[in-house]
């Protein structure tokens, strides 16, 4: 006997989980439930979720309510009374009454150890604050933010050439095969569950703007975790020699300096390196100046680095 399933997610985090579902005969997916269609890009083209694509392409009926409370979408789901509710980075609360709904039990992939990073930007954070492992947890859903019991947890270390991007990847592979060997224990009733300690319990909400600008005056290591943090969304920047400037891709150098942070400690042919606030450096790979194309550091170099070596060219309020 199959058990019905209604799925809750929109980015392509959430794909691989439902596409595992899908493939799996011993689940039912009723029904793929995202984010409407959003304008994406500058010529800001109504595009639908990952959610959707994998679903349409699956013949997955597809809902697309933009707030799930009170919504025919929401009703919709109630009467088709699936045993499970699964949501992964759906982006939005559920409430109480569409919890209540499934006959075994609503369940949540997250993207952190909890009770560390509840909110909607754990791998992030996880990133930006130099964490030498993340995870993923399954938990109850219940109405606070990802506050539920936790049914079961995996996790992996966080290597120096992970960012944001490859470790939503790779943690959405390690949700996926981690929901797969819970579900059959869940559904079953032999499923234990921890309740999370509320005095481990920290936040990841989404990043803001302001988060985004780089500040020299912080560590090497900080810069470094900033920049692969925010990569590849909302990705870092700064003020180059007075143009607002992307940062995608940058190293750790293994020498220090007494220049002042924001200084061009060196300028090479292929070489940008800049002096944080602790007196190491952080080398520039890959950058795009305002109004450019992406490209790596040697492009850069040797068509707009307008400065030389000494030189302070961080010239935004965090870097001066």
Do not use: C
């Not at 020498?255 to 007196?279: I, N, Q, R």
């Not at 109004?291 to 400065?307: D, E, S």
Request: hydrophobic share 40%; charged share 20%; glycine share 8%.
């Amino acid at each position: 006997m199959t058990t019905k399933v209604i799925f809750m997610g929109t980015p392509q985090f959430a794909v691989p989980i439902l596409e595992s579902l899908i493939a799996n005969p011993d689940y039912e997916v009723l029904a793929a439930v995202t984010q409407p269609d959003r304008p994406v890009g500058r010529k800001r083209v109504l595009t639908p979720t990952p959610v959707k694509q994998a679903a349409v392409a699956a013949g997955v009926a597809v809902l697309q309510p933009e707030k799930i409370s009170g919504s025919d979408e929401m009703a919709d789901i109630i009467a088709m009374a699936p045993d499970l509710l699964i949501t992964a980075a759906y982006g939005q609360f559920l409430p109480t009454r569409l919890l209540a709904a499934a006959k075994i039990a609503a369940i949540n992939v997250h993207a952190s150890l909890l009770p560390k990073y509840r909110g909607g930007a754990p791998i992030h954070y996880a990133v930006l604050n130099g964490d030498a492992k993340t995870g993923v947890s399954i938990m109850y859903m219940v109405k606070a933010m990802d506050a539920g019991d936790v049914l079961a947890t995996a996790s992996l270390p966080i290597l120096d050439e992970d960012n944001t991007g490859t470790l939503f990847e790779k943690l959405s592979i390690l949700g996926r095969d981690l929901l797969l060997e819970t579900l059959p224990d869940l559904i079953a009733g032999r499923q234990t569950e921890t309740p999370q300690d509320p005095t481990q319990v920290s936040f990841s909400p989404n990043i803001t703007p302001e988060q985004e600008v780089l500040d020299f005056t912080r560590s090497a290591r900080e810069l470094h975790n900033h920049v692969r943090g925010l990569y590849p969304f909302p990705i870092a920047h700064t003020i180059i020699n007075g143009v607002r400037t992307k940062i995608q891709k940058t190293h750790l150098v293994n020498e220090t300096t007494t220049a002042l942070a924001g200084t061009v400690v060196k300028k090479g042919k292929h070489d940008l390196w800049l002096a944080a606030g602790d007196g190491h450096i952080l080398a520039i790979d890959e950058l795009q100046p305002a109004g450019k194309p992406k490209m790596q550091v040697t492009a850069y170099l040797n068509g707009h680095a307008k400065f030389e070596e000494g030189e302070m060219v961080i010239t935004n309020e965090q870097g001066n």
